[in-house]
């Protein structure tokens, strides 16, 4: 299994560098081999900047996957639409690492691991694939092409998020001046911070630590919506702040 995971890795980066989608070259047997791919892909890349982590329920598994070095971009961001596959945007709450924890085998509980949290932020995750034909695929394979990130956006601070209503939070999504999404809640975990910290745990026991800098994005709010190039977009949640793209046409 290890030649196979090692062709996976150097599948993925292929298409990382020609810019050219490939499809999966075997089925992925369980989570380690996903993880395995993950993990090969950012080692050949630099450090990670961070993670993404899921959970379509309060109380589902969490689906991890690693934030590649560069993936971390300022608001306003400006990317070349013209040289993705797809342009998906998604607005979500995300936070910054303020204190290394080492990687160790034991258990990092939930105060340990809020207490390595610092600010929270307005973050619009842009999505694109590695990978041709990705609504057929397996979604263990869209997890190994770190469930098709291509960068992390960072808009506004947000500074005592321990004391919000996740639930209540208002979230918008605006494209050219249309808003698209304008409602209450939306994210499927309902509160970011159990993934969060879900999320602390496994990269400390599984993935090598979490380091100051790097930031976690906790999933969408809003679902995944695609735009063609052209499009300008702007993630808020109402009175804590927001995040904007553009997406050269």
């Given at each position: 299994?290890?030649?196979d ?9 292929e ?5 050219l989608?490939?499809a999966?070259?075997?089925?992925l047997?369980?989570?380690?081999a ?6 090969g892909?950012?080692?050949a ?7 993404k ?21 300022p ?12 342009i ?5 709450i ?18 340990e ?30 997890l ?12 506004g601070?947000i ?5 919000l209503?996740w ?33 602390i ?10 380091r100051k ?6 999933g969408s ?9 052209g ?19």
């Amino acid at each position: 299994m290890t030649s196979d995971i090692s062709y996976a890795v150097r599948t993925l980066l292929e298409a990382r560098r020609s810019g050219l989608q490939v499809a999966p070259p075997f089925a992925l047997p369980d989570r380690d081999a996903v993880y395995a791919v993950q993990d090969g892909v950012a080692e050949a890349t630099g450090p990670v900047a961070g993670w993404k982590v899921g959970a379509r329920t309060p109380t589902a598994e969490p689906n991890p996957a690693p934030l590649l070095a560069g993936a971390l971009v300022p608001s306003p961001a400006t990317f070349d639409g013209r040289a993705m596959h797809m342009i998906g945007v998604e607005v979500e709450i995300s936070f910054h690492i303020a204190r290394d924890i080492a990687a160790r085998d034991a258990p990092v509980g939930r105060d340990e691991a809020l207490a390595a949290v610092g600010d929270a932020f307005v973050g619009m995750e842009i999505v694109d694939t590695r990978l041709a034909n990705f609504q057929q695929l397996d979604p263990e394979w869209l997890l190994a092409d770190n469930q098709a990130n291509h960068a992390l956006v960072v808009g506004g601070s947000i500074a005592n998020w321990q004391t919000l209503d996740w639930a209540g939070l208002k979230v918008k999504l605006v494209v050219d001046g249309r808003t698209i999404v304008d409602q209450t809640g939306g994210l499927g975990a309902v509160d970011p911070v159990r993934p969060l910290a879900w999320m602390i745990d496994h990269a400390v026991r599984r993935r090598g630590g979490v380091r100051k800098g790097q930031a976690i994005t906790t999933g969408s709010w809003t679902g995944l919506r695609y735009f063609p190039p052209g499009t300008r977009a702007r993630g808020e949640f109402v009175g804590l702040g927001a995040v904007e793209a553009v997406f050269r046409g």
